[in-house]
């Protein structure tokens, strides 16, 4: 019986957006700044991996000319990043209602990635790296925010299925990626950005 999945419908809704937007998150890490901390030009073309209501998707797409993707298997939050887009007059904002393991864009067609607190929800981390390494250009960029709050008594999502930021750049390393900036942020969060220095063949 699957009819009543939505039985926290709206409200559910209306109250993750409230909290994927909440001003203290721009506060925490400044979506430009986030952004930013690339070498990032007009004509470059960004994904935005579990792209939720658009917390890096719209700023990213005001710092481009080319096309920002926002990925997200949520049809609502993809409805809500293009009411956002036309809000703020970006016709750049393409939305893709997919899964981070099976990104629907050719190979080589992206010059930076973006993940924002959304790697530890999938089931195969190196599925999406994968993923992420097929669609990224040599030379591009991979850019996460993570949760590691091992050590501290901050709360993140569940022990085990948070991703250190050693654990991240050795796995990033097996799919052609160099690390090449990391900074801590309060919460127990950090920030990981890797530029993708060779194509690696996949078996």
């Known amino acids: 019986m699957k009819h009543h999945h939505n039985h926290h419908g709206e409200a559910g809704f209306k109250r993750k957006v409230d909290y994927l937007d909440r001003p203290e998150r721009k506060e925490l890490l400044s979506p430009a700044e986030f952004i930013q901390a690339m070498p990032i030009n007009k004509t470059d073309t960004i ?32 409805e809500l990043i293009q009411k956002k887009a036309l809000d703020a007059d970006l016709t ?34 190196m599925d999406v790296l994968s993923e992420v390494n097929r669609v990224v250009k040599v030379g591009g960029y991979f850019a996460c925010l993570e949760f590691d709050t091992k050590g501290t008594d ?35 969060m950090y920030v990981s950005i890797a530029r993708k220095k060779r194509e690696t063949n996949r078996e």
């Open 154 to 188: 901050l709360k993140g999502p569940p022990m085990e299925i948070q991703i250190s930021a050693e654990k991240l750049e050795r796995e990033l390393g097996k799919v052609g990626f160099e690390l090449v900036k990391n900074w801590e942020l309060a919460e127990g």
């Open 47 to 78: 994904l935005d991996l579990g792209a939720g209501t658009g917390f890096l998707t719209i700023p990213a797409a005001k710092l481009v000319d080319n096309t920002v993707f926002a990925l997200d298997l949520d049809s609502k939050m993809l």
């Open 92 to 125: 750049n904002v393409e939305v893709l209602e997919a899964s981070m393991e099976e990104i629907p864009l050719e190979a080589g067609s992206i010059s930076i990635a973006l993940a924002s607190l959304v790697l530890h929800e999938a089931s195969s981390l």
